[in-house]
């Protein structure tokens, strides 16, 4: 491609919200361009990337016996009410009415578009286990869109469904899915790290996000020590350190309180004892029929809203009680009682069980309550794993919790029988000619992330370094200074020898430009090899080859140049 | 690939509303399934026809330089708007709205977001001319939705959109692409015609269709006979032949009318001359300001309603009036009258001009005008070419309009200046220094009804016959009888040599299905090689090929095999 023909505009200049890397070289060197917040074009040399991409996936996609498709974009609402992913989804989905009055959602995910295909179809034991994916544009309606391609509201992914006979036959597929994506991300040049993750509202039991470590990125996880143990903070399981373990149950007392003790810090001073010592409420309510949710922990925890969620069975439904839902209750804000509030659920983690004569539960203007006891003085509807993991918790096997920070660049999940259950007619014919529900699980990778994760890990302050394995081009030529007819022969004649070659090549053969300037595109850009044709080099008939990210230029000859790029 | 694990499922049955035939066989063949009306799933086999097609257009595109990229589906509204398209599109136009309130299109075709994107650039004249182009979904909230692939509401668009320096520049590039395309439906396989067409709300002042004859098609057009002019029929221009030509002015007169005459042909018996010397007034309404229009023509024509529309400057405004906008008008249906009606807009075909001594024009209810000449006895605001052509009219060359019919399955527009002069900002810096807007074309290929154009080209009663261009795979392995271990070697042994020799291959390994099942799956998928393996051909050490379409089958050596797929 000659560059002085192809639509790549580069900028000197960038915006001051582009404080993320990848964000601000990708506009930079002109491979997206904003349209709305969120919502990007791909230029002609992003989309090249992006569907390198997409052919190393569909590459090992396939050779895991994966079927590619296509599923519609607007997906029937009934569908989605069908598994009562309407609500689940909460503002996330889209939806959109016809002139008929049908109502759709706009593809985020397609479960039920997969379901709802196959299940128009008989379906025998003999056809299981079989896979099928797409890459398609989802739509996701975030609140914040952020970081160039790190959060958008519009993206490719590439999603596959599997559908099996049994639990067993799925998992084998999903430990094979597993290395498929690791090897995808290796070939891809990034290091993952699979972490176990929660379903949110995708359903189903457990799940794995592929992230790839930064600093920028916004999953949160902790590995063990041991290296035994990976898991985001929404589902990361820690050993408790329960009060006063093992002490006997003393008798309750109601004590004056000073008037200046009012926070947790005051607390502490107060008593002299250590955080897990008192008793802490949180109130959430629920959205979508407005209960109270009140969450009791130990001092030392903070509560965990995915877990909370995920024991009441209300994904994605809780928000922050407001002062005005405390006030209702006759209370306010440090001031809620572990019991009492009628008509409010109390969710307790699992600490007080062991916990032992707790400060706190019932603290009025000028009152106390101390020597607490779970059983004795209150119990709460559902005791469960509702904390957050902090760095230095234990993992259940002992090992030292050490915290991430990445970008999520897949995810695989367990279905299960989720769907199936949901979806009539969901379902195959058995050996023993009973129809069964078939067993379920669903991969996903978000192509303009990775694009994204792959910058922010190959760059320098120069601008982009593309892997070989998804970069724009193969090759840069750059033709410099007073372009002679004997200059620009030589600079054509080796880029008909390269395509021949089956080089991909972008030639600058742009006019007027400095030396300067055209290196500085080129670093911006990032293609792997740069090859500079000057009145210099051709003197010496050889050509100055220099490696993106490398600091030396080398002079070789054709041939040698032909093998170092194809090597 | 192994059919026993392909998600390829054929039906012996079908819907009878599949009267065409394409929707009929790609939806037994197991190529595609409804979701609901006019929205499809691409199974794997039809995703990689669709995929063969996408590929070879984009060969031809690249070729002639434009470059691929790729815009968001949903379109900010206000772009829609700079361009008053939201009102021209009518309800077609899919919108939805984000949470935080911002309106979007769902693209239906992407002038204003390329324009967008480009203008957000400094674009000098040395830049130009370029053209850019996406494979993208697009929506169209039709009203009906018919046959399988031919009218649906959503679907892949080849859409690109070149900007040139000036008129002369594009109309290289325009004449360049009508060539692509024909080059690329040849390619498929298909004859096309291309046909002079209407721009509609795409706007500009011309364009082409590219058709594929076909009886069940829903474009109807008119070619000469000398082959010089071929026009769809919405702008087919055509000879007037004017009543009365050269005959002397006669004077008005008002006479009784028997009770009996009513409709046109009352009459044409009454006065026992032809169609042409009646007048006929035909009323609509615009949808947006509610404007009443009457159109005024001859006895022997039909209004044009698009001509009507693009006279009078209204795209896709005009309805036909009803009872209730005759009688607001004091009027009825058969005694609308030529002039007189206030408030109404007359807008008269140019055979009016010539036309002599006409009958009609204010008819009441027991008498009627005769020898009504226009500019004596009434003139309309506007007299314009707003009348259908028909078979048997002649060209303005004097050569007989035969009528056609088929399959639109691409278009090239002249945009002109219509979208830079509407969008603020939409200009390059010329040489001279000043900033210009570019004058622009844009070109469209359907996908999915060029696949269904392909299969309504190419079938018989058994299914469907793919060319070898776009065919899902090259060979189909029909592997028959009781699978004995050697029969079983020989099949696999073939498969393998057949892949590493970049033979795609479908390999028929099922078990349990009689020959006469196999043959049946195999006609009707349509791959072009089809190549048996039985006891009885293994014995003779050959293999037993036959092409699809063809009656004979061969028995042939490997070697001759290969030859044969290959060439």
Redesign the interface.
Known sequence: MRQ????L?TSKTFSEEDKITSARLLKQAGFI?E??AG??????I??KV?QRIVSLIKDEMDSV?A??????????LELWKETNRTSTTG?EL???K???G?EFA?GGTAEE?FV??VR???ISY??LP?Q?YQFS?K?R?E?RARGGLLRV??FIMKDSYSFHRDEEDFKKTYEEMKSTYSRIFERLGLKTIAVEADNGYIGGEYSHEFIVESEIGESRYFVSDDGEYAAHEDVAKFKRSPANLGEEVKELEIIEQPEWVQTMDDNLKHYGKPKNNFLKNVVYKNSNNGEIIIAVVTGDLEVNKTKLENVLGAVGQLVPAEDGDLSAMGTKSGYVHCWGHKGARYIGDIVLKDSRNLIGGQKEEKTDSVNVNYGRDFTCEILGDISMAKPGDLSENGSELKEGRGIEVGNTFQLGFHYTKLMKGASYRDEDGVEKPYYMGCYGIGIGRTMAALVERFNDEKGIIWPRSVSPFDAHIILLGNITPDLKNAAEGLYTTLRSNKVDVLFDDRDGLSAGEKFSDADLIGIPFRIVISAKTLAGGKFEVKIRGEKEANLVTEDELLELIKK
Request: proline share 6%; aromatic share 16%; hydrophobic share 35%.
């Open positions: 002085s023909k192809y639509f505009k361009q349209s709305v919502r990007y074009y791909f230029l002609p992003g989309h992006q016996g079927q590619e498709m296509i599923v519609p974009t607007l997906h029937p503002f889209m939806r959109v016809d002139r008929r049908s706009l578009m709802d295909l128009k179809y008989q003999k056809d079989f099928l544009n739509f309606d609140l509201r519009e």
